[in-house]
Structure formats: structure tokens, C-alpha cells
């Protein structure tokens, strides 16, 4: 077998890797394998693009990987883990510049005549959607990272006619696109790519500033999705097998995410990306949205009352836990409570959190049985036999207006209906709305009381209450 056939036989096993490997990341008993054989695909693929006869220069490509694992190890250890998504969305935009890199040097290494392509046509084609794609992946994804990490505002800018501004210019970096493909004239070519490069920068940051930054999440799935696709298409700039297919399958991945995303809180994906949903929100509770009503407070001492008395019990996260990492104690407290006589269980919103499977991972790491994790379809009917819902930073995801109120913003969105259990303890540091900005009439209904702190801190003081009652 030549070296040609024995890469492609390696690329074709690495690809069999990655969708075997996606496959079993979708339950949590075998992500962790999961993850572990879609690494070996990708080991197996880059040793296999090592050997391959084009690659004649290793000196920069030892640079570059001394480089990308000394920043990726830092990342590892610096980045928190309420910060992922700010993290994955500079990772999409990274993928996405590294397509537009992989087209420009492709183009100029045309342009002076280092390669005659095959196919010319077809070339230029993927090059001009590998800069396209990877141009608004990129910017469009430091847009959102920017957001996340609130160095620019969460709101969305909307102005008129910014719909129509930005259609006029992914009309325009399609027929520079175009363009570029079809013309034989060098200096035609040229102001064409550049016009295609430009266009593409500037879109991927408009495009984004309509969005709220509580859609980023949503946002931040469909640039990963983009970011695939670009990867694809510089994958036939550079006729590689296996980078058209991984291109693939993240591009799909990330569309099947946004879908899940969006169902899981009752809107479109059309919906998200050009409603300007933040400033509705705003408007709505500035509008006379905010609820009325008396917030009670609960001292440490009477949760613990409240809780051994309790036989079953449900805990319901939320961002807030991510926040105060409060995970652990969470377990702790869980496992005083069985000692207690108490049946346990933990309610899964679908966008809880941050991101999708945020309270998984967190809860996974504190090891918390998987049998324990209830989704929310399977722990609503059980509600109004629960003896009390303890909500750990959890918001939105609880709000029973979306239940009820045809007016508020996020009517229709499935929630976990804590306000059903006998009581309802909610954690949270003050009046802080969740991401949608809006009150939520959850805390201020007769049945639910209010510890106050950090959840963590909180949590603490309810467990140091079980613990000096089994040393009294
Ligand atoms: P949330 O609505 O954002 O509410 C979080 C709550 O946590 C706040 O009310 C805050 O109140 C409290 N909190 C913050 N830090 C805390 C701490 N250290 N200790 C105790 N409490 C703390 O959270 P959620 O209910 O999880 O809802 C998620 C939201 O994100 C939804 O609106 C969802 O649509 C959106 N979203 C999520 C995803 C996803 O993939 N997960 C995707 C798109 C959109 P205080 O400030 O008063 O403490």
C-alpha cells in the first residue's frame, strides 16, 4: 500500500472514531469513553497529516503546538467553570479564523504561482466559503465572548434598518464571492478576496449585536456550527479527507444543540437570532412586568426543620449553583438528608445554567448518582408530592409565568414547576433577577420561603444544623 492510500485508511478510521465517539457522548455512563475514543480519532488523524508527503517543514508546526498546548494547558487550570462558555466561544472563533488563514495562504499561494490547482473553479469556491464562514465565525464568536465576559454590554444594540444593513452585506460578500470565483483578471481577484475578507469580518459582529447576551449560549452553539463548516471548507481548499468530514459532523452537531436549545425554551432559532430578545425582556418588566408581593426569609435553623421533617425532597439548580460552585455541599447535604429517611432526587432543566448540560457536569463532578438526576419532563408529575423543592440559584427556569402569563416574555417556556411542591426554600443572594432580566412570582407565593446568602454559604449553615444535631 502507497503512503496516499495508507493515510486515507487512517483518515477514514479516525472519522469512524468521532461518530462512534459523538455517539456514545450523548449518555452520561459512557460520555466520558466517549470522549476518549473521539481523542484517539483525532491523535490517529493528526499523526496520519504529519506524514503526509506536503508537509515538508516541521519547524512551524512544533512552534505552533508548543504554543497551543502551553495556552491550552493554562486554560485548563485558569479558566472557572461558570466561564466555559466564554471560553467555547473564543475556542469557535479561533477554529473560524484558522479556516479564513487556511483560504488567504491557499490564495496567495496561488496567486504567486507555488500551486496550479486542479480544479480552479472548485477551488476558489471553497476558498471563498472557508473566508467567509471563518471570517464572521470569528468575529461573530469574539462578539459573544466579549458579551459573556460583560467587556461589552449583554444587551442587545438594535437600531433601523439594521436587518436590512446586514442582509445588503451578506448579499455583497456573496457576490464579491462570486465574483472572485468567476474573474480571470489578477487585480479583480484580488479586490474581490479583500472585499469577501472584510464583508465577512464586519457581518460576523453585526450579526451578533442584535442578540441578547441570554441567547449567547444559543448563539455560541450555531458559531460552533459555523466554525464546522468552515473547517469543511477548508478541508476541500486543502483536499483533506478527514477535516471535510470532522467539519461535518460539527457543523451538524452544533445545528442539532441550537435546536435543542431553542425547543427547550419554547422559541425558534429564527426567533433568537433576530428578535433582539434582551430588550424586549426589558422592556416588558420596565412596562409594569416586575410582580408585587411579600418575600419571606428563612434562617438556616428553620430550613433544617423544615428539611428533617421532609420525606421527600427535590433540589432544583441553577445558574446560582455554578456561581457559588456549591455543588459539593449540595451532595453533602443530599446525602444527609437520605440518612434522614429522606428520598432525593435533582430536577434537570434542559438550559439551566449557562450552557447545555451545565448542571450534569456540575453535579457529576461532585459525583451525584446519575439515578438521582430526574429530567424535567419525568419530575413535573411528581411535583405536588414533593415535600419541599429546594432551588439552588435556579431563576428562569422556575418562573411560573411562563406558565401563566400569555404577556410575559418568556411565556411557553417549559419550566420545572417547583411552586407545586408542599414548601419551596429558594436560594439566592438578594433580589437578582435570572438571565431574562424578570421577576419571577415563584418567591413570593405563600408556600415559599427565602435563605439568603451565597448558596454555598448557605447550604453550609443548613448542614452544620444536621451536624450538631447527631453530635447532640
Ligand atoms: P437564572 O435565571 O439566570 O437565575 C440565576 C439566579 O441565581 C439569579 O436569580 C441569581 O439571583 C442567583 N444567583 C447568582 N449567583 C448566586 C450565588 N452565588 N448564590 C445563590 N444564588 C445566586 O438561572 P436559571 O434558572 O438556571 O436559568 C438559565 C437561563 O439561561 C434561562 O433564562 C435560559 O433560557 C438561559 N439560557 C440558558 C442556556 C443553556 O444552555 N443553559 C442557553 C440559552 C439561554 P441573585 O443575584 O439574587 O443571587
Redesign the pocket.
Known amino acids: 500500500m502507497n503512503r496516499e492510500v495508507l493515510i486515507n485508511v487512517a483518515y477514514i478510521l479516525a472519522s469512524i472514531l468521532f461518530i462512534f465517539g459523538l455517539k456514545m457522548l450523548g449518555r452520561q455512563a459512557t460520555a466520558r469513553r466517549g470522549n476518549l475514543l473521539s481523542g484517539v480519532g483525532m491523535l490517529i488523524a493528526i499523526v496520519a497529516t504529519l506524514v503526509d508527503r506536503s508537509v515538508i517543514n516541521y519547524t512551524w508546526i512544533l512552534i505552533g503546538l508548543g504554543a497551543g498546548t502551553a495556552i491550552g494547558l493554562a486554560c485548563a487550570y485558569l479558566v472557572r467553570m461558570t466561564a466555559m462558555p466564554e471560553m467555547v466561544a473564543l475556542l469557535n472563533g479561533f477554529g473560524g479564523l484558522a479556516s479564513l488563514i487556511v483560504g488567504a495562504a491557499e490564495f496567495f499561494r496561488i496567486r504567486i504561482g507555488e500551486v496550479v490547482p486542479l480544479q480552479p473553479g472548485f477551488t476558489a469556491t471553497a476558498i471563498a466559503l472557508a473566508v467567509v464562514i471563518g471570517g464572521i465565525t470569528f468575529t461573530g464568536s469574539v462578539y459573544a465572548f466579549c458579551k459573556l465576559a460583560e467587556w461589552l454590554s449583554g444587551r442587545p444594540v438594535l437600531f433601523r434598518g439594521q436587518h436590512l444593513l446586514n442582509g445588503g452585506m451578506l448579499a455583497g460578500s456573496v457576490i464579491a464571492g462570486v465574483i472572485f470565483v468567476m474573474t480571470g483578471d489578477p487585480a479583480v481577484t484580488l479586490v474581490a478576496f479583500a472585499a469577501v475578507c472584510g464583508l465577512a469580518l464586519v457581518l460576523g459582529w453585526t450579526m451578533v449585536m442584535p442578540i441578547g447576551g441570554?441567547?449567547?449560549?444559543?448563539v455560541i452553539s450555531m458559531l460552533n456550527s459555523l466554525s464546522g463548516l468552515a473547517a469543511c471548507a477548508a478541508g476541500f481548499v486543502i483536499r483533506n479527507n478527514v477535516l471535510i468530514v470532522a467539519g461535518c459532523l460539527v457543523g451538524t452537531s452544533g445545528v442539532i444543540l441550537s435546536v435543542i436549545?431553542c425547543r427547550?425554551?419554547n422559541r425558534s432559532l429564527l426567533n433568537v437570532l433576530f428578535s433582539g430578545f434582551g430588550a424586549q425582556t426589558g422592556a416588558a418588566a420596565a412596562a409594569g412586568g416586575a410582580v408585587e408581593g411579600e418575600l419571606k426569609p428563612i434562617s438556616a435553623g428553620d430550613t433544617f426543620a423544615v428539611l428533617e421533617a421532609a420525606r421527600q425532597v427535590v433540589f432544583i439548580p441553577?445558574?446560582?449553583?455554578a456561581?457559588?460552585q456549591?455543588q459539593h455541599v449540595v451532595r453533602e447535604l443530599a446525602e444527609l438528608l437520605e440518612q434522614n429517611g429522606a428520598e432525593v432526587r435533582f430536577a434537570i432543566?434542559?438550559?439551566?445554567?449557562?450552557?447545555?448540560g451545565?448542571m450534569n457536569v456540575l453535579l457529576a463532578e461532585a459525583s451525584v448518582p446519575y439515578e438521582q438526576l430526574v429530567e424535567m419532563d419525568a419530575i413535573n408529575p411528581l411535583m405536588p408530592s414533593m415535600d419541599v423543592a429546594i432551588v439552588?440559584?435556579?431563576?428562569?427556569?422556575?418562573n411560573p409565568a411562563a406558565a401563566r402569563d400569555p404577556a410575559s416574555p418568556?411565556y411557553g417556556?417549559p419550566i420545572i414547576k417547583a411552586h407545586e411542591a408542599r414548601t419551596v426554600i429558594c436560594?439566592?443572594?438578594?433580589?437578582?433577577?435570572?438571565?431574562?432580566g424578570l421577576e419571577?412570582q415563584l418567591f413570593l407565593l405563600p408556600n415559599t420561603r427565602m435563605l439568603y446568602?451565597?448558596?454555598?454559604a448557605?447550604l453550609q449553615g443548613v448542614i452544620a444544623e444536621f451536624k450538631s444535631l447527631a453530635a447532640g
Open positions: 441570554g441567547d449567547m449560549p444559543v436549545m427547550a425554551m441553577g445558574y446560582g449553583m456561581v457559588s456549591a432543566h434542559p438550559v439551566a445554567g449557562r450552557m447545555p451545565h439552588i440559584g435556579a431563576n428562569d427556569v422556575v418568556i417556556m436560594l439566592k443572594r438578594g433580589r437578582g433577577t435570572g438571565f431574562s419571577n446568602g451565597d448558596a454555598k448557605s
